[in-house]
């Protein structure tokens, strides 16, 4: 019998009527640690799930010396209990102070996994764990306030301290800069040479150098393997495509509340958390109608800034914040402020009610809640069909958001932050779990309701290349100070 790892043989796991996976094959040697790559909706995550025991399936999987390990899974959303003992966070949260001192911090979070700091099989001493892992400046900071790659670092030394002998990381990558994305590429590689055996679900742009091999996933099925020198990530196949009914699109109304000359304007704002600075010495101007990029580190202050501008943030009302030509705090709500913008960040993907179906969450957007709680008269329901037929989502429309992919979800969320044609778009990493063909459709999209309607853009990426053409101006953000580019 040959060294193998791990043996998949005609595994196939169905979600209703539909097959997810279909009849899947693919071996994995001791010596090998292998990347899944391939669509949105492929069935990735699936499959990381069906290895980890969350799925029924039918067909053979089979492990080295017949045992299932211990298998832990590295999710691409990640949520967390507070000290109440409540999981269902609602994404204001996160700028509450009040909240934040209900929230664990990442040295309880860790403790109670390994309160003694007792050694790990990994090799790598629980003591070092938070400087290996680049942890350890916010091993104090309270979970609801870590930043996107601060989070993800935190989940995989969680993983680490349940001494898994499989590792599956789903999409690791998704959210970071480029210096988080260099770090998490140098910690795989560590926890590779300690003994963790890693299965990785990525980007084919994103397989790190101690990969050895490569599996292409396309409609539920294995339809490549190679090793990684022998990789083509442009030969991966894209997603079914999706565009945008120019003719549909002309005949939407446009959103009433465009009477402001400066979307924003911002004098002299300065945040604080305790001793920690979040935004210092913020000065500036978004006039209506121009697109904007916003670009820095993970933690420079970018969600904190946004926060300010959507409403969710009471430190507004200690700055100098206008919108739309208003001064916060001078007899305007938080929903006065919200119907004019349209919404999606991470945090609205993690925390939203995933039982609610596709048409209930797209027509949430019209009431900015997160969830659907009233009846729609006929023109709202006109509207919200308009939107899930420009973007192709009328086959999804009763589904759960628990049963779409990743993928399909930040579809469904874009299209709840687009249903009330807002004056202000607000997109924070909108393009994650897209993959390159979704992301240069979504762009173009973008680019033609812009230059459509005059809409005023704030778009937040650590990738360039998602940056629609529209954007003119840039906004960069390091250590909570900002200054302006050109955009070229």
Request: hydrophobic content about 35%; overall charge neutral; some cysteine.
């Given at each position: ?18 097959e997810?996976?279909?009849k899947?094959?693919l071996?994995?040697?001791d010596n ?5 790559v391939?669509a949105?909706?492929?069935?990735k ?5 069906t ?7 039918t ?6 010396n017949g ?6 899974v590295v ?7 507070n000290l ?19 929230a664990?911090?990442?040295?309880e979070a860790?403790?109670?996994l ?5 050694k ?7 003591a ?5 892992l ?16 601060e989070?993800?670092r ?9 001494e898994p002998?499989l590792l ?5 990558f ?7 994305r ?5 910690i795989?590689d560590t926890?590779k040479?300690?003994g963790?055996?890693?299965l ?19 409609n539920g099925?294995?339809v490549s ?6 990789f ?8 079914e495509t999706?565009s945008?009914?120019?003719?549909a ?11 402001f000359?400066y979307?924003i304007?911002?004098?002299n704002v ?7 600075i979040?935004?210092h010495?913020i ?20 969600s904190?800034l946004?926060?300010?501008i ?7 009302y200690?700055n100098e914040v206008?919108?739309?030509d208003?001064?916060?705090g ?5 929903w ?12 609205m993907?993690?925390?939203?009610d995933?039982?609610?179906?596709t ?5 949430s957007g ?18 919200v069909n ?11 429309q009763n589904?759960?958001?628990s ?10 969320l ?9 004056p202000?778009?607000i ?8 993959d390159?063909r979704?992301?240069?459709?979504f762009?173009?999209?973008?680019n033609?309701?812009?230059q459509?309607f ?6 937040v990426?650590?990738?360039r ?12 953000l390091?250590?909570g100070e900002?200054r ?5």
């Open positions: 019998m040959d060294d193998f790892f791990l043996r998949i043989e005609d595994v196939t796991v169905r979600s209703g009527e539909k997810v996976l279909k899947l094959n071996n994995i040697k090998e640690e292998w990347a899944i391939g949105s909706g492929s069935g995550t699936t499959l990381a799930n290895l980890a025991g969350k799925h029924y399936f067909g053979n999987i089979q492990f080295k045992a299932k390990p211990d298998i832990v999710e691409q959303q990640h949520r967390f209990k109440s003992n409540v999981a269902d966070f609602y994404y204001q949260q996160r700028y509450n102070s009040s909240d934040a001192e209900d664990v911090t990442v040295a860790l403790e109670q390994n309160p003694r700091q007792k790990i099989a990994t090799g790598i001493e629980v070092t764990l938070p400087a290996v680049h942890i350890t400046h916010i091993m104090n900071e309270p979970l609801i306030q870590l930043s996107n790659g989070n993800k935190l989940q995989i030394a969680k993983a680490i301290l349940q002998e599956i990381l789903d999409n690791p998704v959210g970071l800069d480029v210096e988080g260099k770090i998490l590429a140098q795989i926890l040479k300690t963790v055996k890693i990785l679900i990525t980007s084919p742009f994103e397989v790190p150098d101690s990969i050895t091999h490569v599996a292409v996933l396309q099925t294995i393997a190679t090793k990684r020198k022998n083509d990530p442009y030969s991966v196949p894209g997603s999706f945008i009914d120019h003719k699109l002309h005949a939407l109304k446009k959103n009433e509340a465009q009477d000359d979307a304007r911002m004098r300065e945040v604080k958390y305790g001793d920690r979040i935004l010495n000065n500036w101007d978004v006039k209506k109608g121009e697109c904007w990029s916003i670009s820095g580190p993970n933690g420079a202050g970018k904190t946004l926060s300010l959507t409403g969710d943030n009471a430190k507004a200690a206008y919108l739309f208003k001064r916060r001078t007899g305007e709500s938080i006065d402020i919200k119907k004019k913008i349209g919404y999606l960040s991470p945090e993907h993690i925390y939203f995933y039982t609610s179906t048409f209930q969450t797209i027509a019209l009431f900015d809640s997160i969830g659907l709680f009233r009846q729609l008269n006929e023109a709202q329901r006109k509207q308009e939107w899930m037929h420009l973007l192709q989502l009328e086959k999804i589904k759960l958001l049963q779409l992919s990743a993928g399909e979800q930040r579809l469904v874009l299209a709840r932050a687009l249903v009330k044609n807002p202000m778009l997109l924070d990493e909108p393009c994650q779990g897209l390159s979704h992301i240069d459709e762009r173009q999209i973008i033609d309701i812009c459509t005059g809409t005023t853009l704030l778009y990426s650590h990738y290349h998602e940056i629609p053409e529209c954007v003119t101006k840039a906004l960069y390091n250590n900002m302006i580019e050109k955009r070229d």
